[in-house]
């Protein structure tokens, strides 16, 4: 079987989806399955290369608005190189168009994958005008709305929310991405090394990983961070931060000096995924202030490695979390520190493990691949 990505991003650009898919098209190859992904270049990558069995086809974009231009300049290099695959396969948003028109055009099957839907949120990031904002809503309704084979998506949540889109349950499923039990399982070493490198023996370690991204609700979690201090004076928030996207990063950094607490917490840059683990099980707590989430793979990754979450009602949370957790509300500040509190003293819910694994993951889109390969095939 020959499969062929269409990403706005792909390794060794970082991001949740980046790891899913790389995750998705590596394990596929070593299952014997062609894989190619076509995606924009980032600095200090070339246009072509092959990453464990994967052809990797990167066109160059414009550096402003990059991965708008992908939407458009992906268009040519998917239908020449999607002569020679037997499926398409993308996700929401800028490698939707050249995916459909391919698909169209070469009359071969397409799937997409829906992470999130996002809707009427997309006023509340800070740096977008009603306008900006209106079309990324636009933009998403038409890049659901296209004609696909089929529409995957990460959560039941997620999955209502494109059935309310008018798309037919027939076409839709739900596949659960994987966590990798080799990275994220009980009993991870090193939790006192990180501990002692950092000055956090004698602490109450809460952790913060990932991006900064405005839907993450990093703010409120730093709004919290004087009530936390007082409560539990031996208290120190862990901060392991990506600096992109830029201007939140810079966001972040000067809401940190405004309420006055360097000295309450530790910023780190952000890490390589395989380190994150020690850096989990080195917390008492991880927190995921989210004010939306269509999987949450910290919040997965975390549970798995059996360390206490502290997480936002919001989204596919409820449905993904499990072990020993508090549940708050979002963009509550007071709510933060109350499940934190909660974790401090013993007090977490706790629910039955479970599991999210690649294997299982990766039979189910084997599945789909060849039914709409078979099906193409019929008719």
């Known amino acids: 079987?020959?499969?062929?990505?269409?990403?706005?991003?792909?390794?060794?650009?970082?991001?949740?989806?980046?790891?899913?898919?790389?995750?998705?098209?590596?394990?596929?190859?070593?299952?014997?399955?062609?894989?190619?992904?076509?995606?924009?270049?980032?600095?200090g990558t070339s246009c072509y290369e092959k990453i464990n069995g994967v052809e990797v086809f990167r066109i160059d974009t414009p550096s402003f608005w990059s991965r708008y231009w992908f939407t458009f300049i992906s268009i040519p290099y998917v239908l020449k190189l999607g002569r020679r695959y037997d499926i398409f396969h993308t996700m929401t948003y800028n490698g939707v168009l050249s995916t459909y028109i391919a698909?169209?055009?070469?009359?071969?099957?397409?799937?997409?994958?829906?992470?999130?839907?996002?809707?009427?949120?997309?006023?509340?990031?800070?740096?977008?005008?009603?306008?900006?904002?209106?079309?990324?809503?636009l933009l998403e309704r038409v890049s659901i709305k296209l004609s696909f084979n089929k529409y995957i998506c990460f959560s039941y949540y997620t999955f209502n929310y494109v059935r309310l889109l008018g798309i037919n349950d027939k076409k839709m499923e739900v596949i659960y991405p994987g966590v990798d039990q080799n990275l994220f399982s009980y009993n991870i070493k090193g939790r006192e090394e990180i501990r002692k490198e950092l000055g956090l023996e004698e602490k109450f370690v809460y952790l913060y990983f990932g991006r900064p991204g405005v839907f993450k609700g990093v703010?409120?979690?730093l709004k919290a961070v004087p009530l936390i201090s007082k409560k539990i004076p031996n208290s120190k928030l862990l901060l392991i931060l990506s600096k992109e996207p830029t201007y939140r990063y810079k966001e972040v950094k000067s809401l940190i000096d405004k309420?006055?607490?360097?000295?309450?917490?530790?910023?780190?840059?952000?890490?390589?995924?395989?380190?994150?683990?020690?850096?989990?099980?080195?917390?008492?707590?991880?927190?995921?202030?989210?004010?939306?989430?269509?999987?949450?793979?910290?919040?997965?990754?975390?549970?798995?490695?059996?360390?206490?979450?502290?997480?936002?009602?919001?989204?596919?949370?409820?449905?993904?979390?499990?072990?020993?957790?508090?549940l708050?509300?979002?963009?509550?500040?007071?709510?933060?520190?109350?499940?934190?509190?909660?974790?401090?003293?013993?007090?977490?819910k706790i629910s039955y493990k479970k599991e999210y694994k690649w294997d299982t993951c990766i039979l189910k889109y084997e599945e789909v691949y060849y039914?709409?390969?078979e099906k193409k095939i019929d008719e």
């Open 1 to 43: 079987m020959k499969i062929l990505f269409i990403l706005e991003y792909y390794y060794p650009h970082v991001g949740g989806g980046e790891i899913f898919f790389r995750n998705l098209a590596e394990r596929l190859v070593k299952k014997g399955h062609k894989c190619g992904v076509v995606t924009s270049r980032i600095k």
């Open 103 to 137: 698909s169209k055009l070469l009359r071969k099957p397409a799937i997409i994958t829906i992470f999130e839907v996002l809707l009427s949120l997309w006023k509340h990031i800070s740096n977008f005008n009603y306008i900006n904002a209106r079309l990324h809503m």
């Open 219 to 221: 703010d409120f979690l």
């Open 259 to 326: 309420l006055s607490i360097e000295n309450s917490l530790i910023l780190l840059e952000e890490k390589e995924h395989d380190v994150i683990p020690k850096y989990i099980s080195g917390a008492d707590c991880v927190v995921i202030p989210s004010l939306t989430e269509g999987f949450g793979f910290t919040c997965a990754e975390s549970c798995s490695i059996g360390v206490p979450v502290v997480a936002t009602y919001v989204g596919s949370i409820p449905e993904i979390i499990f072990g020993r957790y508090e």
């Open 328 to 348: 708050v509300k979002p963009r509550d500040p007071e709510e933060i520190y109350k499940g934190i509190e909660k974790i401090y003293y013993g007090h977490s």
């Open 371 to 373: 039914n709409l390969i």
